[in-house]
């Protein structure tokens, strides 16, 4: 008889190793595949959560009032990967909303949603955003001339607006052809001029057009008539809704 430590294992300890092993492979693979889940899960129902809670400020006043929102945005604004300057716009917008349409119901998430997909926060081809909100260079789409999925939009403004005087451009971080700037266009940053470039005055614009066109943006109904209006696409819904709701749990898309 060979010594014990020489002795071949016997059929339950072969059993007991596999068993072992797979429970070590099993926890292995639990570990990579898990961490590449969401720490947070993002919720996939409409309308998407509200985001954190804004202050309140007042809007009536001078100047810029979006800054107002300094010290609500910035500790968050990194997390979400969202400039300040358009977190505080996204804000600001909702806010004003608040007081002027209080049955609209539309949070600053589903602003920054459409921001991001329209033009990464006014930072779509290298454009940045100055302490006013300006968008420079500006940001403008691609000729609407009927293209793959794209419509045929002819000038409607003489190029005044976007630059082209042949097929309308959508314009600034929010991505507004001219027809739709010129009826709801409106200045939000107190400079007296309402600037499809200015993230605060396209976001408060954009924010108006979307109560007007979905009503109650509390419900599923209202929230998805609205962004159906803004872009009559369900993957563009999708992409914003998704969007919306990582920002509205406190996470970067």
């Known amino acids: 008889m060979p ?17 072992l092993l797979a429970a070590v492979l099993v926890a292995v693979a639990v570990a ?16 998407p959560p509200p985001g954190t809670a804004l202050p309140a400020i007042d809007v009536e006043g001078p100047g810029r009032t ?11 604004a990194d997390a979400l990967g969202i400039p ?9 917008s909702a806010a004003v909303l608040a007081g002027s349409d209080p049955g609209c119901g539309l949070a600053w998430t589903t602003l920054a949603g459409i921001g991001s997909v329209e033009s990464r926060h006014g930072r779509h081809a290298g454009a940045s955003l100055g302490p006013d909100g300006t968008a420079t260079p500006e940001i403008r789409g691609v000729p609407l001339d009927g293209g793959p999925g794209l419509a045929e939009i002819r000038d409607t403004d003489g190029g005044r607006l976007d630059g082209d005087p042949v ?3 959508a314009m600034g ?7 739709t700037w010129v009826r709801w266009g409106v200045d939000a940053n107190g400079d007296g001029v309402a600037d499809p470039d200015n993230i605060d005055d396209a976001a408060l614009s954009a924010g ?5 066109r979905g009503g109650d943006l509390t419900t599923a109904e209202g929230w998805t008539r609205a962004l159906m209006a803004y872009n009559l696409s369900g993957e563009y819904l999708t992409l914003v809704r998704d969007r919306a709701s990582a920002y509205g749990v406190g996470v970067r898309p």
Do not use: N, T
């Not at 010594?3 to 068993?19: E, K, M, Q, T, Y």
């Not at 961490?35 to 919720?43: A, L, Q, Y």
């Open 3 to 19: 010594p014990a430590s020489s002795r071949p294992p016997s059929a339950f300890a072969r059993v007991l190793f596999s068993a």
């Open 32 to 47: 990579v595949w898990g961490s590449r889940e969401p720490s947070i899960p993002i919720p996939d129902g409409v309308p």
């Open 66 to 76: 979006a800054a107002l929102l300094r010290d609500w945005a910035a500790p968050q």
């Open 84 to 92: 300040v300057i358009a977190l505080e716009a996204y804000g600001h």
């Open 167 to 169: 097929l309308d451009r």
């Open 173 to 179: 971080p929010m991505q507004f052809i001219p027809e």
């Open 208 to 212: 108006r057009y979307l109560c007007d």
